[in-house]
């Protein structure tokens, strides 16, 4: 993939630091090399990927001023799969000597990339929630931004002033920035105003809104606490293969812009000559609704009520593998 993706949203408690720890991880089971960045001073991602902030002695603030390699803040984890640049409150006042620069702050984390950026498939910016001088570095230094957001009215008013944002960042320097998507979090089917605000977004948005729906999930929550992503903790939950089947989607989405195309067993059989046994290349390839990395998450139980309900209010259908499990969060109203 070999891109950097922006996870931000000023508004606080949408799932951003959720969505950057697990997605991560997701992300990580697909065998990608994965580069998680917290840009938050608040070091959640990095307490939520079992890192002790206040122990740190180099972090994304150290990277950001140019007073440390990029390599040498990086921490690999046991729990996850994937490399961290951690951080904790130093970044505040990062942000405010950054501010005194007389030119050239907003690309500083741009820099610090860029040594670095061939030996990750994929890095993944936590952004604070804040369109301040650490949310403008991490825009500057994407290709696109990952937009979580809670399906609320209060949330639709601030995704207009992100999108105001990305399009100053994209007229003043960084062209190539664009929109990754949308992604609905915390996502409760039986509530009429969040299905209202979801039509809304699928109306403006069109493709650009993820059909995987994160929904509310106690193992999501709780993951945190024990400084692992939800898909180590408990990787047969909700939330754990909702942020699969996300990783899956964004896949499949890279693979069909790229024009690469993958046969379903549907297809495998209509195109094939039919036999008695299994072809010479063996089993046929994995439909485009596994989520990959899938078969890291072992398998779930089978039953509906380990899904969540479509966003169109459509029963969710049980699965017999972490990957059938996985399709029960897709967006089925389009």
């Known amino acids: 993939m070999n891109r950097v993706i922006a996870i931000a949203n000023q508004k606080g408690g949408v799932g951003k630091t959720t969505t950057a720890v697990n997605l991560a991880a997701s992300l990580a089971a697909t065998r990608r090399r994965v580069l998680l960045i917290d840009l938050d001073p608040q070091g959640n991602a990095t307490m939520g990927s079992g890192v002790e902030k ?33 951080a904790n409150q130093d970044l505040t006042a990062a942000e ?38 650490l949310t403008v570095n991490a825009l500057v230094a994407a290709d696109s931004v990952l937009i979580p957001m809670q399906c609320e009215y209060y949330a639709l008013e601030g995704l207009s002033a992100l999108l105001s944002t990305v399009e100053q960042i994209r007229l003043a320097a960084n062209p190539a920035l664009c929109i990754e998507g949308v992604l609905r979090t915390m996502f409760d089917p039986r509530n009429n105003l969040a299905n209202e605000v979801s039509a809304q977004l699928i109306t403006h948005f069109a493709d650009k809104v993820f059909r995987t729906v994160i929904p509310r999930n106690i193992r999501l929550a709780e993951a945190p606490s024990f400084g692992k992503p939800a898909l180590f903790h408990d990787r047969e939950s909700r939330g754990a293969l909702a942020y699969l089947a996300l990783a899956g989607e964004m896949i499949r989405r890279e693979e069909e812009q790229n024009g690469i195309v993958r046969l379903t067993p549907a297809t495998a059989a209509t195109t094939s000559p039919a036999t008695s046994g299994p072809g010479p290349s063996g089993d046929p390839p994995a439909t485009n609704s596994t989520a990959p990395g899938a078969e890291h998450a072992g398998t779930g139980n089978g039953s509906a009520g380990n899904g969540v309900a479509a966003a169109g209010g459509t029963p969710a259908e049980g699965g017999g593998t972490a990957a059938e499990s996985a399709r029960v969060h897709e967006d089925t109203s389009r």
Do not use: W
Request: glycine share 6%; net charge negative; charged share 20%.
């Open 96 to 133: 405010v000597r950054l501010l005194a620069l007389p030119i050239g702050r907003e690309i500083k984390l741009r820099q610090a990339l860029q040594p670095k950026r061939n030996d990750f498939d994929v890095i993944l910016i936590d952004c604070p929630p804040a369109l301040n001088m």
């Open 54 to 86: 206040t122990q740190l002695t180099l972090s994304s603030c150290e990277v950001l001023l140019g007073e440390a390699e990029l390599a040498a803040a990086l921490v690999t984890l046991e729990h996850g799969g994937y490399t961290l640049l951690p």
